[in-house]
């Protein structure tokens, strides 16, 4: 199976969780690192894996002033990797 497919069957969370995934990560005050963790750790406590640097890169896109749950979804069906 390709990656690409791996992406394709990322579960739909729940508008709560990734509301308060994009919460941790703007009232923490942390860097670019520990956001990729927080990121690294909601996906991998759901049974997903993701690279260091997309994390980072899916973590400073959910921080965006105005990210919607949806915007947050499809921001993490795009680096979360099925494990």
Not at 44 to 67: C, F, M, N, Q
């Amino acid at each position: 199976m390709s990656t690409q497919e791996d992406r394709t069957y990322v579960e739909k969370f729940t508008p709560t969780d990734l509301m308060t995934l994009r919460g941790e990560l703007l009232q923490s005050g942390v860097d670019s690192f520990q956001a990729a963790q927080i990121v690294c750790n909601f996906l991998s406590g759901r049974g997903y894996g993701i690279s260091t640097d997309e994390a980072r890169d899916a973590a400073s896109k959910i921080e965006l002033h105005g990210a919607t749950a949806d915007h947050i979804q499809a921001e993490l069906e795009r680096v979360a990797r099925a494990m």
